[in-house]
């Protein structure tokens, strides 16, 4: 889902056309920020083989086999609030195959 979505019906009647809107927003702190260390590619494709990662979609894969086209960092915004953004090391693949890494290095996470 996005920030921003509506669900629409396939009804005829105008009045019951809308089935859902969503609207998610938290404003960004910019007095509170912080510097950390993140992964390498290679260590975060390690994460994946051995099966660490959030495999968010599998695609039209049912042999299991991927092959992995882009990687690149983004950031995991959730629809419930948090105090901050978790950057995250995306693997997209052949036919919509999408998995997740958390790109902070364990080290500089507190246990």
């Known amino acids: 889902e ?35 260390s993140i992964k390498d590619t290679t260590a975060a494709w390690a994460q994946l083989q051995a099966g660490k990662g959030f495999i968010a979609n599998l695609g039209n894969n049912p042999d299991g086999k991927i092959t992995i086209r882009d990687v690149y960092l983004a950031f995991y915004d959730s629809n419930e609030q948090q105090d901050f953004l978790q950057p995250v ?23």
């Open 89 to 111: 090391i995306v693997f997209e693949g052949d036919n919509d195959f999408f998995a997740y890494i958390p790109a902070i290095n364990e080290n500089w996470l507190e246990q």
């Open 2 to 36: 996005a920030n921003i979505s509506v669900i629409l019906s396939a009804s005829q009647d105008r009045t019951k056309s809308i089935v859902e809107v969503k609207y998610y927003y938290f404003p960004v702190s910019l007095d509170n920020f912080a510097t950390y």
